[in-house]
């Protein structure tokens, strides 16, 4: 008897692994032709792409059921994440929960908070005070220590599998940190190492390099070369001097890279962030930013993840204009990117805040609502990063807003320093010679709630909730995934702490990246506190959001002309549902003056029927109409 279940057992053990390999080889096939074609081009190295394959297939038989299990649901509907039941949340391990363990314990917390999807910032191995943020990477296989190891990461992305719930991470493929095991080898003088980065001797082709390549960060990091004294030679250094830009022609590169991006989604990533992914290749007498081969990388990856784990979902970081973004989403036949950063609608939205005037925003709405549904952006207020003033300056020119004095305004009311300004911030990168800034605050602190509560000014504190969850509405609306920011969910505010921690005093950034402050969080559920209104008027437009059909992400969108030119108007459509939003930038009480004619509307928020003609909304208000067909 015994022995018969365990030849059933062996029987089936067997067939398992035929299936399993069959379903690996349909994936592979389907990619063959092409991936080979596109590693060959790039590196003309075929036992590296032999390697490569070798590699897949052990990373595919690496992949645990359960995972696997998820890459077979939703290969079977590849739209999955293109609804509108995502809420993404991005936070700091440390300044959330402490460490790894801590956030699995706060799982309730983000449910509570209609979050299905989180970005777990950079929380590999790192040296403190050369991190970046955790954007210098030491080891791509190890945890930060303080944060916890793989097997925590593993259970934590178990967890949040159980309950739903997306995990995403940054993969900072561009350069590694100076720690890294490659970088102190090639600092010895190993040539095989050194090939893995970009190394000079002296400075004749940097200084080519330096005629066209711009600067990241002027500022705090000026150049883009690092002289490393011990070793004699330049290295490549476009962000900080401590991360060193790989060298994508190295097809070691390449590959090992490939082997870190699959160990990690092993480890039950869903979504990969892939890091400043336009810089990843370099060639001289360019900008070295989206030249054609970081195309063909990308693409190799999105072949890669279809192959051994297609339930992941890559993003791309790309921090740039929008003829410049949406090339990441490669075609429909040879697609790159799942998703991307819908970044000029961030930074339109917050030049809108500063300026009520909603006609840029209205115009930069249509630009995205043009292009096809396929692409999911990632919608969100602010991020981690700075906010870059990445305006559509031509268009503003011909209404006499040219760029360097509209930046300098917009810096300037944003710290509070225009008029009637009740935003707090700081500026970043300030480049003395080229008259640039960017800006860095968190999403209430830029709606005046910190200006309120330092002045004790309820009518204010009214006023700023009223701009927060009005903003908050309004990206709701967007096409895509909507991202929040750890503790904007409780509009919380600026902290000036980094300023004392000498590893942080120099980058502003850190004055949105503050720790979550779980005492004010308690207060969600008491309406009379700035953390019960701006958590439960979200909550009502979150839950909205993911039970509305017209909020998927390929609903029919538009705007519509509202004759004031402080309201944007959004129309959303599908399958017989139709949404108004209606969002007034302004301080000021003013009517839209939109005419719909298809009858009665009920305003979703008080349940209220009405037209939707010639509305009144009050100052920062907002209306979200429903009509059903
Ligand atoms: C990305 C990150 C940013 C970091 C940079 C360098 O832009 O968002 O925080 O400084 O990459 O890795």
Not at 116 to 128: A, G, K
Not at 146 to 152: H, R, S
Not at 282 to 303: A, D, F, G, S, W
């Amino acid at each position: 008897m015994e022995k018969e279940t365990k030849k059933v057992t062996a029987a089936e053990n067997a067939a398992g692994k035929t299936a399993a390999k069959e379903v690996y080889n349909k994936r592979f096939e389907k990619h063959m032709d092409e991936l080979r074609w596109l590693y060959m081009e790039l590196y003309d190295n075929s036992s590296m792409y032999a390697e490569l394959c070798d590699n897949l297939h052990r990373f595919y038989e690496e992949r645990n059921d359960d995972l696997k299990a998820i890459d077979q649901l939703r290969e079977a509907s590849p739209d999955w994440y293109k609804k509108n039941d995502m809420l993404g949340m991005m936070f700091y391990i440390d300044n959330f929960a402490g460490n790894m363990k801590g956030v699995e314990s706060k799982l309730d917390y983000l449910e509570k908070s209609n979050v299905n999807y989180i970005h777990l910032m950079p929380f590999l191995d790192t040296v403190e005070g050369r991190s970046d943020g955790g954007y210098a990477v030491a080891d791509f296989r190890k945890v930060q220590e303080k944060l916890g190891t793989m097997e925590d990461l593993e259970s934590l992305t178990a967890a949040c599998h159980k309950k739903n719930m997306n995990v995403c991470m940054d993969f900072v493929m561009n350069h590694t940190s100076e720690d890294h095991e490659w970088a102190k080898k090639a600092r010895q003088g190993d040539g095989e190492y050194m090939s893995r980065y970009f190394f000079y001797e002296d400075y004749s082709i940097p200084a080519e390099y330096e005629k066209t390549v711009p600067q990241v960060f002027p500022t705090t990091a000026p150049g883009n070369f690092t002289w490393l004294p011990d070793a004699e030679h330049f290295v490549l250094t476009s962000f900080y001097p401590y991360q060193w830009d790989l060298n994508y022609k190295n097809p070691r590169v390449f590959n090992e890279m490939m082997y870190n991006f699959l160990f990690l989604a092993n480890k039950g990533i869903d979504i990969i962030r892939i890091d400043a992914v336009p810089y990843i290749w370099k060639e001289l007498y360019t900008q070295c930013r989206n030249l054609p081969q970081v195309h063909t990388i990308v693409r190799m990856m999105r072949m890669i993840s279809e192959i051994v784990c297609p339930s992941v979902l890559l993003l791309g970081e790309v921090v740039m204009e929008p003829e410049k973004v949406v090339p990441y989403f490669g075609t429909v036949e040879k697609p790159e990117c799942h998703m991307l950063y819908n970044v000029t609608t961030m930074a339109t939205t917050w030049h809108t805040v500063a300026t009520r005037d909603v006609k840029l925003l209205k115009q930069q709405l249509d630009v995205v609502n043009g292009l096809p549904k396929e692409y999911v952006f990632l919608n969100y207020l602010r991020c981690h990063d700075d906010i870059g003033w990445g305006l559509d300056y031509p268009s503003l020119a011909k209404d006499g807003m040219y760029e360097r004095p509209h930046k300098q305004y917009l810096n300037d009311y944003f710290q509070g320093y225009a008029g009637d300004s009740t935003s707090r911030g700081e500026l970043y990168n300030a480049d003395p010679v080229t008259g640039d800034a960017r800006f860095c605050a968190t999403t209430a602190s830029m709606c005046g709630i910190e200006k309120a509560g330092f002045e004790q000014d309820e009518e204010a504190m009214e006023k700023a909730i009223q701009k927060d969850v009005m903003l908050h509405a309004y990206m709701f609306m967007q096409s895509g995934i909507p991202v929040l920011y750890s503790g904007d969910e409780i509009g919380q505010v600026n902290d000036y702490s980094y300023k004392e921690d000498p590893h942080k005093a120099e980058d502003s950034r850190y004055i949105h990246r503050g720790a979550m402050n779980w005492e004010l969080a308690e207060n969600i559920t008491d309406a009379n506190t700035v953390e019960g209104k701006v958590f439960q008027r979200l909550d009502q437009l979150e839950k909205i959001r993911k039970s509305e059909r017209a909020f998927v992400s390929n609903a029919d969108t538009w705007t519509i002309e509202t004759w004031d030119s402080s309201i944007l108007c959004i129309g959303r459509y599908y399958e017989g549902e139709k949404i108004i939003g209606l969002f007034n930038f302004s301080e000021h009480d003013k009517t839209a003056w939109i005419n719909e004619t298809d009858g009665e509307y009920e305003d979703m928020i008080s349940g209220n029927k009405m037209e939707a003609r010639g509305v009144n909304i009050p100052a920062f208000g907002f209306y979200y109409l429903k009509k059903e067909f």
